[in-house]
Nanobody, 115 residues
Framework: QVQLAESGGGWVQPGGSLRLSCAAS????????MYWYRQAPGKQREWVAS???????TYADSVKDRFTVSRENAKSTMYLSMNNLKPEDTAVYYC?????????WGQGTQVTVSS
């Protein structure tokens, strides 16, 4: 069983920065690949970034060079540092992982980018 909890969302002006956190609980959480997704109003949920257990990161083209995903296994926490935010980054951001054929989601955290 894995539980995920996101935090760090909020409102920011275009060009601003935010850092999201995803705290994971469960004995295996530090060994699992972890993912960030987002869902904008009226749109499907989309993948944003991934980080493996050893810290290898991959990104969607839309956020590459602006977002950085990282993790601290000792704290069972994943982060998403978001820079140069754009209005189109406005969405609810979710963290995700899977273990033994079960997919786990957090409750999401709202990010709003507007002037």
């Amino acid at each position: 069983q894995v539980q995920l909890a996101e935090s760090g969302g909020g409102w920011v002006q275009p060009g601003g920065s935010l850092r999201l956190s995803c705290a994971a609980s469960g004995s295996v959480s530090g060994m699992l690949p972890m993912y960030w997704y987002r869902q904008a109003p009226g749109k499907q949920r989309e993948w944003v970034a991934s980080v493996t257990a050893i810290g290898t990161a991959t990104y969607a083209d839309s956020v590459k060079d602006r977002f950085t995903v990282s993790r601290e296994n000792a704290k069972s926490t994943m982060y998403l540092s978001m820079n140069n935010l754009k209005p189109e980054d406005t969405a609810v951001y979710y963290c995700n992982t899977y273990y033994r054929s079960t997919t786990y989601w957090g409750q999401g955290t709202q990010v709003t980018v507007s002037s």
